[in-house]
């Protein structure tokens, strides 16, 4: 039986900011903070995926701060979800697609881009079970992981993939606890690639490198199976920094060995960015208030924990030479 043509797209590498995309898909006049990373990942994941596309927004920054009064900054298709369920509505939409066309009932002439956008808490904490089981099921959707560290929306409450160290309104550094959190991060990444058999590519991001992020989106799109990005987006509200250092922030991360940034495809990892020479972690924890508490063992631990995923990374390097990172 011959397979159906569900007219996939597929995209071509964007070689330097001039060849970008100049159509913007996230548009001025949503509410949120200033230099909110978040909002920065949206447009620039926006402008990547181009106006075929729909967009799945489970409860978080990017649902609140994005559609009050009816009404939402987005040129494309865009569907709140429950922050439980962003996986399955997602799944719920590309089946539904599949069917339309099929039945030769779908308007468009060829297969929309279907990205869910949820934070931390929507994708590896209360939106854990719909989104492994969207990629178990082999939907061919792009789930990314918008990770501000925290639960934002709410109040700045921990998240699985707060740092260690962090005060929080949940983590609140005191006599007993000095450091505040004492749990080290969730792996999302990892959560993916060892335990989804569907899923060939997996990518880390970072707002600091607008167009390594915008090539991981189209290479995740052009893939027939479930994909996943997480995107690091910095939070001057949750981490206390200054509204004009979001993109300094996230390359600190970068240069610190706090965050990495690498394609993980057909079982091979490669990373599209190594420092010569790892700044110490200080060196990005010093502009962030919710750092501000933790005294010198406490950051000696955190360094312990970098360079552990350092030695990891170097053991497991193979960098893209054709295609340097430029932020």
Same mark, same amino acid.
């Given at each position: 039986?011959?397979?159906?043509?569900?007219?996939?797209?597929?995209?071509?590498?964007?070689?330097?900011?001039?060849?970008?995309?100049?159509?913007?898909?996230?548009?001025?006049?949503?509410?949120?903070?200033?230099?909110?990373?978040?909002?920065?990942?949206?447009?620039? =994941?926006?402008?990547?995926?181009?106006?075929?596309?729909?967009?799945?927004?489970?409860?978080?920054?990017?649902?609140?701060?994005?559609?009050?009064?009816?009404?939402?900054?987005?040129?494309?298709?865009?569907? @709140?979800?429950?922050?439980?369920?962003?996986?399955?509505?997602?799944?719920? =939409?590309?089946?539904?697609?599949?069917?339309?066309?099929?039945?030769?009932?779908?308007?468009?002439?060829?297969?929309?881009?279907?990205?869910?956008?949820?934070?931390?808490?929507?994708?590896?904490?209360?939106?854990?079970?719909?989104?492994?089981?969207?990629?178990?099921?082999?939907?061919?959707?792009?789930?990314?992981?918008?990770?501000?560290?925290?639960?934002?929306?709410?109040?700045?409450?921990?998240?699985?993939?707060?740092?260690?160290?962090?005060?929080?309104?949940?983590?609140?550094?005191?006599?007993?606890?000095?450091?505040?959190? =004492?749990?080290?991060?969730?792996?999302?990444?990892?959560?993916?690639?060892?335990?989804?058999?569907?899923?060939?590519? =997996?990518?880390?991001?970072?707002?600091?490198?607008?167009?390594?992020?915008?090539?991981?989106?189209?290479?995740?799109?052009?893939?027939?199976?479930?994909?996943?990005? @997480?995107?690091?987006?910095?939070?001057?509200?949750?981490?206390?920094?200054?509204?004009?250092?979001?993109?300094?922030?996230?390359?600190?991360?970068?240069?610190?060995?706090?965050?990495?940034?690498?394609?993980?495809?057909?079982?091979?990892?490669?990373?599209?960015?190594?420092?010569?020479?790892?700044?110490?972690?200080?060196?990005?924890?010093?502009?962030?208030?919710?750092?501000? @508490?933790?005294?010198?063992?406490?950051?000696?631990?955190?360094?312990?924990?970098?360079?552990?995923?350092?030695?990891?990374?170097?053991?497991?390097?193979?960098?893209?030479?054709?295609?340097?990172?430029?932020?």
């Amino acid at each position: 039986m011959k397979a159906f043509d569900y007219k996939f797209q597929t995209f071509e590498p964007i070689k330097s900011f001039k060849d970008a995309p100049r159509e913007e898909m996230y548009l001025p006049g949503h509410r949120t903070c200033a230099g909110c990373g978040p909002a920065l990942n949206y447009r620039l =994941v926006a402008k990547a995926a181009g106006k075929d596309t729909i967009f799945i927004g489970p409860t978080g920054c990017m649902y609140v701060a994005n559609s009050s009064y009816l009404c939402t900054p987005y040129a494309v298709s865009w569907i @709140h979800a429950q922050i439980t369920n962003g996986g399955a509505v997602g799944s719920g =939409v590309e089946a539904a697609t599949k069917i339309l066309m099929r039945k030769g009932k779908y308007d468009g002439d060829r297969f929309p881009n279907i990205i869910v956008m949820a934070g931390d808490g929507g994708s590896v904490d209360i939106g854990l079970q719909a989104m492994s089981a969207l990629m178990y099921r082999g939907h061919k959707v792009l789930f990314i992981c918008y990770d501000n560290e925290s639960y934002a929306n709410t109040g700045i409450q921990t998240s699985p993939t707060t740092p260690y160290g962090a005060n929080t309104t949940f983590t609140p550094p005191g006599k007993e606890i000095p450091e505040g959190k =004492v749990l080290f991060p969730k792996n999302p990444p990892q959560l993916v690639i060892g335990g989804h058999p569907l899923v060939k590519y =997996v990518a880390t991001t970072c707002v600091g490198y607008p167009l390594d992020l915008m090539n991981k989106v189209s290479k995740a799109l052009s893939q027939p199976n479930p994909t996943f990005l @997480h995107m690091l987006a910095p939070c001057p509200k949750g981490w206390g920094f200054e509204e004009k250092l979001t993109m300094e922030m996230g390359k600190l991360a970068v240069q610190t060995g706090m965050w990495s940034l690498y394609e993980w495809e057909g079982g091979q990892y490669k990373y599209t960015h190594i420092p010569k020479k790892y700044k110490p972690v200080s060196e990005y924890m010093k502009f962030q208030q919710r750092f501000r @508490h933790l005294k010198p063992e406490h950051i000696a631990r955190m360094q312990a924990f970098v360079d552990e995923k350092i030695s990891n990374v170097q053991a497991t390097a193979k960098p893209i030479e054709a295609t340097p990172l430029k932020a």
